[in-house]
């Protein structure tokens, strides 16, 4: 499952004011002594995880479906440009038939063993008005697999940006709050406290993956706000890279035993201590009922 290092030919594709701008945010990544960043891309199928992977490389490299399910297994991406080595890994949507697919989460984990990943895309839609319990699971199952620390290192990304707010809402006031649902279903199914979250906040990317997209005068793909959103995807994930917080390095350790199942060990030698405590109860009981038992006869 090893990936190809290639150069980053659609890099070129990129119009030359959005090239410029990503030349300076890798040069920053440089500056700080980051030569190589892995992006994990990560949320509920058909929500725009692979169209997202092929907009930020500039080229067609993971397969895009509107009605089948996705592939079943991660895929890693290598680019590399001036000595500078991007892999994205995209990966198979996390639920399946309704439900948490815990499979495909173990199946991830098991891709990334060994690779550092220094930003996660936590990719949903903009253009959907519920949160729901589902979504809370998930990010419960992405917690329990990696830990909590995994989202000091992620960026909340809404797809299908290029769209208009209903009931007059304006459209900054309708991202704004889309957001605010999403990231507090993240904090409620990754359980940290709310001053701990605000703390380290989570950005927010917009993303508009669709070829009908607006665009502006320098020919770059822009948002209804006017935002040109390649570079400011970009921005916000040299951002997460560059935040001072750990990068989650995927060990043996992790793969093997999720920290909630040794949480849970060492409440086994109590158990076994009550269960041994509980029996010889019982057993003196019933000696006591055999010897009162026999005064009756
Ligand atoms: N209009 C629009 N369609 C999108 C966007 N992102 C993805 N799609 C479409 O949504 C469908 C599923 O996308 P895909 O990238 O395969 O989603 P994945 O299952 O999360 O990898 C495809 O038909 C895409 O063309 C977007 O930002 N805008
Ligand atoms: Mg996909």
Known sequence: MGSILRDWQGFHQFPAATQSKLVELFAKLKEEGVNKMTILVMGKGGVGKSSTVNSLLGERVVNVSSFQSEGFRPVMVSRDRAGFTLNIIDTPGLVEGGYVNYQALELIKRF?????????????????YRVDDLDKQIISA??????????NKSLLVLTHAQ?????????????GRRSEAVLKTIRMGAQ????????????VGLVENSGRCNKNE???KILPNGDAWIPSLVKEIVGVATNGKKSLLVDEKLVNGSESNDRGKIFIPLILGV???LVKWIQREIKKDIVKGGKYI
């Not at 930003?119 to 903009?126: A, C, E, N, P, Q």
């Not at 769209?163 to 991202?175: A, E, K, R, T």
């Open 218 to 220: 320098n020919d770059e």
């Open 275 to 277: 269960q041994w405590l």
């Open 163 to 175: 769209l208009c707010p209903p009931d007059d809402l304006i459209y900054d006031v309708f991202c």
């Open 112 to 128: 990334l063993l060994n690779k550092t990943i220094n930003v996660l895309l936590y990719v949903d839609r903009l253009d959907a």
């Open 192 to 203: 940290i406290r709310k001053r701990d979250f605000e703390d380290s906040a989570i950005p």
């Open 142 to 151: 992405i917690t329990d697999s990696f830990g909590k620390e995994i989202w």
